[in-house]
């Protein structure tokens, strides 16, 4: 047996050699980039002749693109305009960049297609049109220079700015005027082939990075409006309680308060979590409005729903995975009677609880309701929705909302809907008070009262044959979203467990939806990153009763799925996997599939004799097709690692008596810089047709990674989450 | 209550309670909104500023114990983002949503002003209270690295 000692240092240097080179590659200098402004939501400030919605030309030739999505960090503008500009062809140094109007999308009949952010979706589902957009934009510019210079189109070039045929030459922005009053016969195709790109799939600075180092940059929490008012909100704390009174009177003379605000349910919306009962102080300034509100006598009836807790429902959980439940995916009655005939049977549960956003923005909207219309600013990924809630709240034509994109302070599937209910609470209170007014969730309430990613219940069985490969496997799951729903996203959240790749001859998985009074949504990655540890970890438990090596075992059993191969025979050139570290230290395989991408994660962590968990390094290697730009793609999958590690191995919010008890980051303690793995991305891309998201699927699999990892170092099988609270002691004698 | 503060090289004046958080005073009552709300109680570090050279959390030290000190935020780091600290940010590409990055600026900041080649282990001791939730720390520790070569070049 070889040992290898592994050190973090070791692998520290080793990064920042790899990291440092590739930094050199991505450094653009400033004067040569793109633009954007810090205040990115002004209504238009483009000059010059709009050639089409997405694309304004000025007489110099400065470009500027609008962006019809929202930047929460995962590079949304950047990716955009690259998009456009690719078609376009314009030099990347003369683009600048500003959000898209909601109102005018809405007017408009949703003319910008979608301005909605969310799904991992932006590159692999709207570069058609946003690439058709900048190549209609220059087939037109091409078809006025033509007509101007009595030639066919056909003998135009367009590049970076200029047309040009034979001795002939012309800017874009010269022919701006004449190219937006040209119709074209036909649209263009858009170059599907990568071999043909000049802009995308190479690096490119993000556009947003220096307004992100000097304070410039504008988000919704900053939202500062003439003579704007702030309120404070509380609602039950027990989510979805009754509210039937509070004593005013006990605060209405401390210094700046101005109201309280009774703030009604609205019913019928419990799938799409929206505003329950609350109370909200208003006050001159936020800080006096949160003062207050913490001294306002309040009376709630909590119900039921005080009776729930998170031991009560993993109870009922376990209890529910014994039961036959709804099918997911196809029917396969003989899995279950392998597995009861069978000599050898791998059985396990699972569990994790709810977990929330905590995004670094709390909660907030500032919502200005005026005679003639009312302007919103909201942190939200879904511009659309904003402007039909508050309409809906305020009963007013939708036509005269004017909804503000904001950066946000990350959003990870926390913000869709339009904000949602702190949005509509900022309507009404506005509405009440007759002024503009900042409504901003203490930190507290944010984690209190957030759209919760939901808890999850496993229960998973395989038959193993004599070669050591399962026969058959039989899996259920039980999970607890406000009114049962299942689908948070695109499928069904147990996806990643009846959706696994593996050639078992014979499988069946059912579900439990279980009705719940907490809030629940989508969570960056939704149903894979909860299912996805459970459905990996199960794979190593198979693997090693069968006597295989996990990764041999995941390659064996997707033979014929070049996708998958080339995912994990990359995973083992690059990450050197093997079981026979010394005790303490370990290394663990998983690969999920999620938003057409397939990531694979091989995770190194050393575990001292006391339990301490240090997780030195996480490889991923995902196939997402293609990728545009490396750098952003880099640091998503970075960050959806770090954000899924947050999770399982700190995270874990505590129901009791129905409420959460642990609302700040004293308590619902979140990976800190010291507890950084090295995170380490390769993209092995299959290409084609295959378009993958990259904003989240890094994330799932590095939990079961992980926790396969732990179980080579200890002997020890984590089948719960917060690792944090799982006891990883051993000794030599083990 | 009236008093005077010594921001960013401003002498700005206020009319608060004197206990109300240094945080609330620079976003809401002089307009400074680059230092950020997180959690209120010292705990994620999106408030860091600098006070007489120290990085400190706004949400927990009350304006009147800050009377008579020199207190800088992110906007007066430097004029024109040329702080080493802001051109090792930019030059590895450190923000994602960008949010908690004042607070990380302004620690790294001060922890380069204490030791000019600080090891791994004090990085993290001293960016330790910094929260990021868009996991961009390995880029952190990469750019403090990168901005205490530039402070020195």
Same mark, same amino acid.
């Given at each position: 047996?070889?040992?290898?000692?592994?050190?973090?240092?070791?692998?520290?240097?080793?990064?920042?050699?790899?990291?440092?080179?590739?930094?050199?590659?991505?450094?653009?200098?400033?004067?040569?980039?793109?633009?954007?402004?810090?205040?990115?939501?002004?209504?238009?400030?483009?000059?010059?002749?709009?050639?089409?919605?997405?694309?304004?030309?000025?007489?110099?030739?400065?470009?500027?693109?609008?962006?019809?999505?929202?930047?929460?960090?995962?590079?949304?503008?950047?990716?955009?305009?690259?998009?456009?500009?690719?078609?376009?062809?314009? /030099?990347?140094?003369?683009?600048?960049?500003?959000?898209?109007?909601?109102?005018?999308?809405?007017?408009?009949?949703?003319?910008?297609?979608?301005?909605?952010?969310?799904?991992?979706?932006?590159?692999?589902?709207?570069?058609?049109?946003?690439?058709?957009?900048?190549?209609?934009?220059?087939?037109?510019?091409?078809? +006025?220079?033509?007509?101007?210079?009595?030639? /066919?189109?056909?003998?135009?070039?367009?590049?970076?700015?200029?047309?040009?045929?034979?001795?002939?030459?012309?800017?874009?922005?010269?022919?701006?005027?004449?190219?937006?009053?040209?119709?074209?016969?036909?649209?263009?195709?858009?170059?599907?082939?990568?071999?043909?790109?000049?802009?995308?799939?190479?690096?490119?600075?993000?556009?947003?990075?220096?307004?992100?180092?000097?304070?410039?940059?504008?988000?919704?929490?900053?939202?500062?409006?003439?003579?704007?008012?702030?309120?404070?909100?509380?609602?039950?704390?027990?989510?979805?309680?009754?509210?039937?009174?509070?004593?005013?009177?006990?605060?209405?003379?401390?210094?700046?308060?101005?109201?309280?605000?009774?703030?009604?349910?609205?019913?019928?919306?419990?799938?799409?979590? /929206?505003?329950? /009962?609350?109370?909200?102080?208003?006050?001159?300034?936020?800080?006096?409005?949160?003062?207050?509100?913490?001294?306002?006598?309040?009376? =709630?009836?909590?119900?039921?729903?005080?009776?729930?807790?998170?031991?009560?429902?993993?109870?009922?959980?376990?209890?529910?995975?014994?039961?036959?439940?709804?099918?997911?995916?196809?029917?396969?009655?003989?899995?279950?009677?392998?597995?009861?005939?069978?000599?050898?049977?791998?059985?396990?549960?699972?569990?994790?609880?709810?977990?929330?956003?905590?995004?670094?923005?709390?909660?907030?909207?500032?919502?200005?309701?005026?005679?003639?219309?009312?302007?919103?600013?909201?942190?939200?990924?879904?511009?659309?929705?904003?402007?039909?809630?508050?309409?809906?709240?305020?009963?007013?034509?939708?036509?005269?909302?004017?909804?503000?994109?904001?950066?946000?302070?990350?959003?990870?599937?926390?913000?869709?809907?339009?904000?949602?209910?702190?949005?509509?609470?900022?309507?009404?209170?506005?509405?009440?008070?007759?002024?503009?007014?900042?409504?901003?969730?203490?930190?507290?309430?944010?984690?209190?009262?957030?759209?919760?990613?939901?808890?999850?219940?496993?229960?998973?069985?395989?038959?193993?044959?004599?070669?050591?490969?399962?026969?058959?496997?039989?899996?259920?799951?039980?999970?607890?979203?406000?009114?049962?729903?299942?689908?948070?996203?695109?499928?069904?959240?147990?996806?990643?467990?009846?959706?696994?790749?593996?050639?078992?001859?014979?499988?069946?998985?059912?579900?439990?939806?279980?009705?719940?009074?907490?809030?629940?949504?989508?969570?960056?990655?939704?149903?894979?990153?909860?299912?996805?540890?459970?459905?990996?970890?199960?794979?190593?438990?198979?693997?090693?009763?069968?006597?295989?090596?996990?990764?041999?075992?995941?390659?064996?059993?997707?033979?014929?799925?070049?996708?998958?191969?080339?995912?994990?025979?990359?995973?083992?050139?690059?990450?050197?996997?093997?079981?026979?570290?010394?005790?303490?230290?370990?290394?663990?395989?998983?690969?999920?599939?999620?938003?057409?991408?397939?990531?694979?994660?091989?995770?190194?962590?050393?575990?001292?004799?006391?339990?301490?968990?240090?997780?030195?390094?996480?490889?991923?290697?995902?196939?997402?097709?293609?990728?545009?730009?490396?750098?952003?793609?880099?640091?998503?999958?970075?960050?959806?690692?770090?954000?899924?590690?947050?999770?399982?191995?700190?995270?874990?919010?505590?129901?009791?008596?129905?409420?959460?008890?642990?609302?700040?980051?004293?308590?619902?303690?979140?990976?800190?810089?010291?507890?950084?793995?090295?995170?380490?991305?390769?993209?092995?891309?299959?290409?084609?047709?295959?378009?993958?998201?990259?904003?989240?699927?890094?994330?799932?699999?590095?939990?079961?990674?992980?926790?396969?990892?732990?179980?080579?170092?200890?002997?020890?099988?984590?089948?719960?989450?917060?690792?944090?609270?799982?006891?990883?002691? =051993?000794?030599?004698? +083990? | 209550?009236?008093?005077?503060? *010594?921001? *960013?090289?401003?002498?700005?004046?206020?009319?608060?309670?004197?206990?109300?958080?240094?945080?609330?005073?620079?976003?809401?009552?002089?307009?400074?909104?680059?230092?950020?709300?997180?959690?209120?109680?010292?705990?994620?570090?999106?408030?860091?500023?600098?006070?007489?050279?120290?990085?400190?959390?706004?949400?927990?030290?009350?304006?009147?114990?800050?009377?008579?000190?020199?207190?800088?935020?992110?906007?007066?780091?430097?004029?024109?983002?040329?702080?080493?600290?802001?051109?090792?940010?930019?030059?590895?590409?450190?923000?994602?949503?960008?949010?908690?990055?004042?607070?990380?600026?302004?620690?790294?900041?001060?922890?380069?002003?204490?030791?000019? *080649?600080?090891?791994?282990?004090?990085?993290?001791?001293?960016?330790?209270? *910094?929260?990021?939730?868009?996991?961009?720390?390995?880029?952190?520790?990469?750019?403090?690295?990168?901005?205490?070569?530039?402070?020195?070049?």
């Amino acid at each position: 047996m070889t040992t290898q000692t592994l050190s973090r240092r070791s692998f520290l240097q080793a990064s920042v050699a790899v990291g440092g080179g590739l930094m050199l590659g991505f450094h653009m200098p400033e004067a040569l980039a793109a633009s954007i402004g810090p205040r990115p939501q002004s209504t238009t400030t483009a000059v010059g002749t709009e050639v089409n919605a997405w694309i304004v030309i000025d007489k110099d030739s400065t470009v500027t693109l609008r962006i019809p999505h929202t930047e929460m960090g995962q590079g949304g503008i950047t990716s955009v305009a690259m998009l456009i500009a690719e078609e376009l062809n314009v /030099d990347w140094s003369r683009i600048k960049t500003e959000f898209a109007d909601a109102n005018r999308h809405l007017r408009n009949n949703k003319e910008y297609k979608v301005m909605s952010t969310h799904g991992s979706q932006l590159v692999r589902l709207q570069h058609p049109h946003l690439m058709g957009a900048g190549a209609s934009a220059r087939e037109r510019l091409k078809q +006025a220079a033509a007509e101007a210079w009595g030639i /066919d189109r056909s003998e135009v070039e367009a590049k970076l700015g200029m047309l040009t045929a034979g001795s002939r030459s012309a800017t874009y922005g010269e022919l701006a005027e004449a190219a937006a009053k040209v119709t074209l016969d036909k649209e263009p195709e858009i170059k599907k082939d990568p071999a043909k790109w000049w802009l995308l799939g190479r690096p490119r600075q993000r556009l947003d990075i220096p307004h992100k180092v000097n304070g410039s940059a504008q988000y919704a929490i900053d939202t500062r409006v003439p003579g704007m008012v702030y309120a404070a909100v509380k609602a039950s704390p027990v989510p979805w309680g009754a509210l039937k009174g509070y004593n005013f009177d006990a605060i209405k003379d401390r210094p700046g308060v101005i109201a309280a605000v009774r703030l009604k349910a609205v019913p019928g919306k419990r799938d799409q979590p /929206d505003m329950q /009962d609350a109370v909200a102080v208003v006050a001159d300034s936020w800080y006096r409005a949160k003062t207050a509100l913490e001294l306002l006598p309040i009376e =709630w009836d909590f119900g039921d729903s005080a009776k729930t807790s998170t031991a009560g429902y993993y109870a009922e959980g376990h209890r529910l995975v014994e039961q036959k439940g709804i099918l997911s995916g196809k029917e396969d009655p003989m899995a279950a009677e392998i597995i009861a005939a069978a000599k050898k049977v791998v059985t396990a549960s699972y569990q994790r609880p709810f977990e929330t956003h905590a995004r670094m923005e709390p909660i907030n909207a500032t919502v200005h309701v005026q005679a003639d219309r009312v302007d919103v600013w909201s942190p939200t990924q879904d511009q659309s929705s904003a402007v039909t809630l508050v309409a809906s709240q305020l009963g007013v034509d939708p036509r005269t909302v004017y909804a503000h994109t904001m950066f946000l302070g990350g959003g990870f599937g926390g913000n869709g809907g339009g904000g949602t209910a702190v949005t509509r609470q900022a309507a009404e209170i506005s509405r009440q008070v007759g002024k503009p007014v900042k409504v901003i969730w203490s930190r507290e309430e944010d984690l209190a009262q957030d759209k919760q990613r939901p808890m999850t219940v496993a229960k998973l069985s395989a038959a193993i044959g004599d070669d050591g490969l399962p026969t058959a496997l039989f899996t259920r799951a039980a999970w607890f979203t406000m009114d049962g729903i299942n689908q948070l996203g695109s499928a069904t959240a147990d996806y990643a467990i009846y959706n696994m790749p593996y050639l078992i001859p014979h499988r069946q998985h059912e579900r439990h939806n279980v009705k719940t009074h907490i809030p629940s949504s989508t969570h960056r990655a939704p149903g894979a990153n909860q299912h996805g540890f459970m459905a990996e970890s199960f794979v190593d438990e198979m693997a090693i009763a069968g006597g295989w090596d996990p990764l041999e075992w995941r390659i064996r059993m997707t033979e014929g799925m070049p996708d998958w191969q080339l995912v994990l025979k990359t995973l083992k050139e690059r990450s050197g996997f093997r079981t026979d570290l010394p005790k303490g230290e370990g290394m663990g395989v998983a690969v999920v599939e999620s938003h057409g991408t397939i990531a694979a994660a091989c995770a190194t962590v050393t575990v001292s004799r006391r339990g301490r968990l240090e997780i030195e390094k996480v490889l991923v290697v995902l196939d997402a097709g293609h990728v545009i730009n490396p750098h952003t793609a880099t640091e998503q999958c970075e960050g959806s690692v770090c954000w899924e590690l947050s999770h399982a191995w700190m995270g874990g919010l505590e129901l009791e008596n129905g409420r959460f008890v642990n609302t700040n980051f004293d308590s619902y303690n979140l990976l800190r810089i010291h507890q950084r793995p090295q995170v380490e991305t390769v993209f092995a891309l299959s290409g084609g047709t295959k378009w993958g998201g990259l904003g989240e699927p890094a994330g799932p699999p590095a939990p079961p990674a992980v926790a396969n990892a732990i179980y080579y170092a200890t002997g020890k099988r984590i089948r719960e989450t917060p690792f944090r609270s799982q006891d990883l002691t =051993w000794t030599d004698l +083990a | 209550m009236q008093f005077t503060l *010594n921001v *960013n090289g401003k002498s700005e004046t206020v009319d608060v309670e004197p206990e109300t958080p240094l945080l609330w005073v620079l976003r809401d009552h002089i307009g400074l909104t680059g230092t950020k709300y997180g959690c209120g109680i010292a705990r994620c570090g999106a408030c860091t500023i600098h006070v007489d050279g120290q990085a400190t959390k706004a949400c927990q030290l009350p304006a009147s114990a800050a009377v008579g000190k020199q207190i800088t935020t992110i906007e007066g780091l430097s004029s024109n983002s040329s702080h080493p600290v802001q051109r090792a940010w930019v030059e590895i590409g450190v923000p994602q949503c960008g949010y908690c990055q004042s607070g990380q600026i302004m620690a790294a900041s001060a922890l380069l002003r204490k030791r000019k *080649n600080p090891t791994e282990d004090e990085i993290e001791a001293a960016m330790a209270d *910094n929260l990021c939730r868009c996991g961009t720390y390995q880029r952190i520790v990469q750019a403090i690295r990168r901005a205490s070569q530039l402070a020195q070049a």
